[in-house]
């Protein structure tokens, strides 16, 4: 288990400009200044470069929703890395 699964649990996905879903931050590690997301096809294969999560900056506790700008009509899997690089930066 990785270091943002710690913090975070993801649910309630649609695809609505890319694939929107829940966030739920539970401030059990701090908040990263930047969330990036690696997508993978059925066959494993990476489909391009990782790209940001649009997400908002969360208090512990607090629940919102975040954006995976993805590039496959329906990635079979998603890998979530962040960075802790000073305090949180808008995805904007």
Not at 13 to 29: D, E, M, P, Q, W
Not at 35 to 63: C, M, N, W
Request: hydrophobic share 35%; glycine share 10%; charged share 20%.
């Amino acid at each position: 288990m990785g270091k943002l699964a710690k913090g975070f649990s993801i649910s309630d996905c649609k695809y609505v400009s890319g694939l929107t879903c829940r966030i739920h931050f539970n401030g059990a590690i701090p908040l990263p200044s930047e969330v990036f997301f690696t997508e993978f096809d059925e066959h494993g294969s990476q489909a391009g470069a990782r790209v940001r999560l649009i997400y908002p900056e969360l208090k512990s506790g607090e629940t919102g929703w975040a954006t995976f700008r993805i590039r496959l009509a329906t990635p079979t899997k998603i890998v979530l890395q962040g960075e802790w690089n000073g305090s949180y930066r808008d995805p904007y």
